[in-house]
Nanobody, 118 residues
Framework: QVQLVESGGGSVQTGGSLRLSCVASGNNVLTNTWSTMGWYRQAPGEQRELVAV???????NYADSARGRFTISRDNSLTTVNLQMNSLEPEDTAVYYC?????????WGQGTQVTVSS
């Protein structure tokens, strides 16, 4: 199993910044094989969508909506992922979910609310 603990959501005005963090723990958190950690989001009435993910080689992949405004990073222990979100827009309002994926499976956090007001 993998447990994911998220932090850092909140409310900001347009143009503001937030930093999300997620810590993974459990016996399926692997550091010597392929894995990814990252963030997806889901707005009301919408499907869950990719924001950004980073693998164990520190290779990052961003959604077009996030590229240039958001930066994802993963620590050297490969158990913590951060998402620095700048220039936030009302369209970024959603519940943000941390995810961990390896050959053993896919796990999701409980989600953290991000609200951007105009």
């Amino acid at each position: 199993q993998v447990q994911l603990v998220e932090s850092g959501g909140g409310s900001v005005q347009t143009g503001g910044s937030l930093r999300l963090s997620c810590v993974a723990s459990g016996n399926n958190v692997l550091t010597n094989t392929w894995s990814t950690m990252g963030w997806y989001r889901q707005a009301p009435g919408e499907q869950r969508e990719l924001v950004a993910v980073v693998d164990n080689k520190q290779t990052a992949n961003y959604a077009d909506s996030a590229r240039g405004r958001f930066t994802i990073s993963r620590d050297n222990s490969l158990t913590t992922v951060n998402l620095q979100m700048n220039s936030l827009e009302p369209e970024d309002t959603a519940v943000y979910y941390c995810t961990y994926q390896s050959y053993a499976g896919v796990w999701w956090g409980q989600g953290t609310q991000v609200t951007v007001s105009s």
